[in-house]
């Protein structure tokens, strides 16, 4: 008999990927997550400053698409060229990809799981407000369910978390996972900084930059610059404060400009703790049936949004089976 209640951790790629497989067969899906907005990586910061308003892609930079499944889901988000053909954007955001894919889905939004209780057919979550400075985990704790299976598909060492006590043998596979950290700064100057629209240097500490307001669909007037830091300036650097990372990359910006920066009009530092994964599981995704538990990521096959569709759908498949 098709699974009728299920609930899916995280609203990224593969949680919306998993969902939309899983409504497909007339599964009853709930999908919870601790951001503001669906996406995860696939993100977008706006910000509001001195009366100007700013957006940065601070996650994904573009999309490509090897297989006819992420072709279909950028096309059907009318995602666009850039920096060139065969590298794809979300307009007038990336982030604008997920919301396309989220729309129609039951979904509770900044609630953060922390323990997965009950067990096999009758799954609860525990949950709470998602964590912003001064709160503490117990804020406003809920419980949802029960649900026949849960879908974890967030970052492999939080599912781990998750599957320690109800599963702790899925819990050490995803141990072996590994992820490198990203370090990325969102800067918005008043005049054109003296560089291409995309830089990937070979050394220092910046691996990515690029003028995002050159992608389509944004506002080309304002000169807005996401830069992201290579894996091992990142994870050398992981516990600086976010105004240190900023000042760092910064000044390594105003080294490949080779001139000194104008003050920014805006500057933030971001750091992805789980950015791209450097060791993945090498399965599609982990799905136990006679538990009813499984889980999806980019992390099951490689550090591309387009693997966390394909895991996310993958699961869904199996789960709806
Ligand atoms: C800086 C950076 C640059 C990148 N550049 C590219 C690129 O150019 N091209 C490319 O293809 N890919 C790129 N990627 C990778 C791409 O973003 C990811 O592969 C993809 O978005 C992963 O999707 P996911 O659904 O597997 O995970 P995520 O996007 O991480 O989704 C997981 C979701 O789970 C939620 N969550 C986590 N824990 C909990 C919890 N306990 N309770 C509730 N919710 C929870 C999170 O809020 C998040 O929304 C980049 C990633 C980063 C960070």
Redesign the pocket.
């Known amino acids: 008999m098709p699974l009728q209640r299920v609930a899916i951790?995280?609203?990224?790629?593969?949680?919306l990927a998993c969902a939309r497989t899983l409504a497909a067969h007339g599964t009853e899906v709930s999908l919870?997550?601790?951001?503001r907005s669906?996406?995860?990586?696939?993100a977008t910061r706006r910000v509001e400053q001195d009366g100007r308003a700013f957006s940065f892609d601070?996650?994904?930079?573009?999309?490509?698409a090897r297989g006819p499944l992420f072709a279909a889901t950028l096309d059907a988000a009318g995602a666009r060229a850039w920096p060139e053909q065969g590298k794809r954007v979300g307009v007038p955001r990336m982030s604008a990809i997920a919301r396309g894919l989220a729309e129609g889905l039951d979904m509770a939004l900044g609630?953060?799981?922390?323990a997965l209780t009950g067990g096999p057919g009758a799954w609860m979550l525990r949950?709470v407000a998602a964590r912003r400075p001064g709160s503490t985990a117990e804020d406003d704790a809920q419980e949802s369910g029960p649900f026949q299976a849960v879908a974890l598909?967030?970052?492999a060492a939080?599912a781990a978390a998750?599957l320690a006590r109800p599963a702790p043998h899925l819990g050490r596979v995803l141990e072996m996972v590994r992820f490198a950290p990203?370090w990325?700064l969102m800067a918005a100057f008043p005049d054109r900084l003296p560089l291409p629209d995309t830089l990937r240097p070979e050394d220092g500490p910046v691996g990515w930059a690029a003028r995002d307001s050159s992608k389509p669909g944004r506002d080309h007037a304002t000169e807005c610059w996401v830069v992201?830091a290579g894996p091992a300036w990142s994870r050398e650097n992981l516990e600086l404060r976010p105004e240190q990372a900023q000042a760092a990359l910064l000044d390594a910006l105003g080294a490949l400009a080779g001139a000194p920066l104008t003050a920014p009009l805006y500057a933030a530092a971001h750091r992805?703790r789980?950015?791209?994964v450097e060791t993945p599981l090498g399965a599609p995704c982990l799905w136990e049936p006679t538990r009813g538990l499984g889980a999806a990521?980019?992390?099951c096959i490689a550090?591309?949004?387009?693997?966390?569709v394909q895991?996310?759908a993958a699961l869904g498949a199996v789960m709806a089976r």
């Open positions: 951790v995280g609203a990224g790629l593969a949680g919870l997550d601790k951001g669906p996406g995860g990586r696939l601070h996650g994904a930079q573009y999309l490509t609630r953060e799981v922390v949950h598909a967030i970052p939080q998750l990203c990325t992201q992805w789980y950015a791209l990521g980019d992390w550090a591309r949004a387009e693997a966390a895991s996310g």
